[in-house]
């Protein structure tokens, strides 16, 4: 038996093992670029749309249910009752969605 097989054998296996560490960790990294790249930034401001109107709300503590009674002053059709706030994230946009409201007594 050739004493020097031995050790090349475990040598390229233990190359082997390393390359494929290495691959693993280069596609990691490449996952983890293309998952940031995806991710939106968050917006700067966030902006009311309403019919024609935008207002910008400046305040980034404000929750949507503040944004509805202050905007609420402004159009009084947009009651609690009747009123739901939506909110993209990705734009910044809040929409209220005034809904239709029950006709005739409740049975």
């Known amino acids: ?10 040598e390229e296996a233990e190359a082997a093992k390393k390359a494929q560490a290495e691959a693993e960790a280069a596609k990691k ?5 293309s998952a940031a790249a995806k991710t939106p930034a968050t917006p700067k ?6 019919g024609s109107v935008e207002i910008p709300i400046d305040d980034p503590k ?14 009084p059709e947009l009651t ?4 739901e706030m939506t909110y993209d994230p990705q734009t910044g ?3 209220p969605v005034v809904t239709a409201a029950k006709k005739g007594a409740g049975r």
């Open 45 to 50: 401001q966030r902006i009311v749309k309403y």
């Open 93 to 95: 946009i809040i929409v």
């Open 62 to 75: 404000l929750s949507t249910e503040d944004i509805r009674e202050r905007i609420a002053q402004i159009f």
């Open 29 to 33: 990294d490449a996952e983890k670029k």
């Open 80 to 83: 609690k009752s009747r009123t």
């Open 1 to 10: 038996m050739d004493n020097d097989l031995f050790p090349d054998t475990l």
